[in-house]
């Protein structure tokens, strides 16, 4: 049987056996169709039933969430925590508390976390957690409930040394806070290192509230160099207006970008004469409000929410809000609209039509995988600081930030080269954080 056959066959019984689950199914396949590659070359990764094991989490929990709400009425919600892999150390991997979760999308968190964390160089394996919780129009005091409830049971599988969640979207400091003070509460002691994204006066890490947005912007800083452009003049547009995109914005026109456009669920602003951070991150982080306020209280802003984003021209895209945001007909308008560069703040915003529109037109693609791993390299370094009972800088962090966003490139072009497909990153992103995993899955045996 030839490697496109058992590979589709595998692909087939996933399926199967993951029924209901597309985005589960979208992220496997992007993978396996990368795995072709280096099976053909080194076959020996296909020993052990090693491609089975990696698609099939270690663990899987699902639990209920019982909280009462400000009306004193017991609402009910469903928690989750996928720990995928843990050959290379902990399960590492954020909480999502929105409507939308479910099984399916926290496995496709999951995957993918297993190979952004490889990608980083860290010692640390992937999970994924979180909620059908929504946190909008809930009071401090429903959220604190709802966070104690949710940390009463997941509590008992979790710590330093086996799973250390974070935050995601809708998790935050607020909600980081509240669920570390329930873990503390239950464990009884003081054990920093059990979660990342915490206060800085009680074991949290400077940039580590930055670090996915400046990530995001350190690595298309050097994919914009590796082919001869640079930030500077460059039209950027940035979907979302959550940390990962107010962050982005910041760095990018830090490093000489104008961002024309931001957006959230409501519609979408208009910039062209670039973002007032400031005003940004008052309306977004402070009043937590929508979009349409910023439009009203910056004369040179308009908000329209109708109509797409990325029909803007511009030199380069940043998708930041959430999965499958920008599909095959975005990406085409992008094209068509002079866009060159595309690198994903979100997980997975593209859809597959999306990348083969970028691979026909001739658009630089950094995927999820690679360009928002910032975000986990420095909660991994938060990490590495409650170990040692130390606190960084903010501007050594900020360097050991850009290093490993600009290692994480270099290896994906260096990948990609070797394996006979110069420039497309997601195929060296997929080559080079499976290999590290594969290695050490295969040293440790059939487990």
């Known amino acids: 049987m030839s490697v496109d056959e ?38 020996h990764y296909a020993d052990y039933g090693l491609i089975q094991r990696l698609c099939e989490p270690e663990r899987q929990l699902i ?14 919600n469903r928690g989750f925590r996928v720990q995928f892999n843990s050959a290379l150390g902990p399960y590492k991997g954020g909480l999502r508390f929105h409507p939308s979760v479910n099984l399916g999308i926290i496995k496709f968190l999951g995957f993918e976390q297993i190979f952004k964390n490889s990608l980083t160089g860290l010692p640390i394996g992937g999970g994924k957690g979180g909620s059908d919780f929504d946190p909008k129009g809930k009071s401090d005091a429903e959220i604190m409930r709802f966070c104690q409830s949710f940390m009463t049971e997941l509590h008992r599988h979790i710590g330093e040394y086996r799973d250390v969640p974070a935050g995601d979207i809708g998790v935050g400091g607020r909600e980081i806070g509240y669920l570390f003070g329930q873990y503390r509460r239950l464990a009884n002691k003081h054990e920093s290192g059990v979660l990342t994204g915490k206060g800085l ?22 994919m914009l160099k590796a082919h001869g452009a640079e930030f500077t003049g460059s039209k950027v547009i940035v979907s979302g207006s959550g940390n990962v995109a107010i962050y982005a914005i910041e760095k990018a026109q830090e490093l000489g970008a104008t961002v024309i456009a931001f957006s959230d ?25 929508r979009v349409s306020t910023y439009a009203d209280e910056v004369e040179s802003a308009t908000y329209h929410p109708e109509g797409s984003i990325w029909e803007l021209p511009c030199d380069i895209a940043l998708p930041c809000a959430t999965q499958n ?15 060159k560069f595309v690198a994903e703040g979100a997980n997975m915003p593209s859809t597959a039509d999306a990348i083969e529109v970028y691979r026909e037109r001739g658009i630089h693609f950094g995927p999820g995988k690679a360009a928002n791993a910032g975000g986990v390299a420095t909660s991994a370094l938060e990490m590495q600081q409650n170990a040692c009972r130390d606190s960084w800088s903010f501007d050594y962090t900020d360097k050991l930030l850009h290093d490993i966003m600009s290692n994480i490139f270099k290896t994906c072009a260096t990948t990609a080269k070797e394996y006979g497909h110069d420039g497309d990153y997601v195929i060296g992103a997929n080559i080079a954080g499976f290999k590290k995993v594969a290695d050490a899955m295969l040293a440790q045996g059939v487990i």
Not at 265 to 283: E, M
Request: hydrophobic share 35%; aromatic share 8%; with cysteine.
């Open 6 to 43: 058992q590979v589709s066959s595998y692909y087939d019984m996933l399926l199967k056996r993951n029924a209901g689950e597309p985005e589960f199914h979208q992220a496997v396949a992007e993978v396996l169709d990368s795995l072709k590659i280096v099976l053909n070359k080194d076959p």
């Open 63 to 76: 639990f209920r969430v019982p909280w009462v709400d400000d009306n004193g009425d017991v609402q009910v």
């Open 201 to 222: 006066t009680w074991g949290g890490s400077l940039v580590r509230t930055e670090a996915t947005g400046y990530g995001l912007a350190y690595f298309t800083n050097e």
């Open 265 to 289: 669920s409501s519609g979408w602003v208009h910039t062209p004469n670039g973002v007032d951070v400031a005003k940004l991150k008052d309306v977004k982080e402070v009043r937590r409000e």
């Open 325 to 339: 945001e920008l599909d095959g007909a975005a990406a085409r308008t992008l094209a068509d609209n002079g866009c």
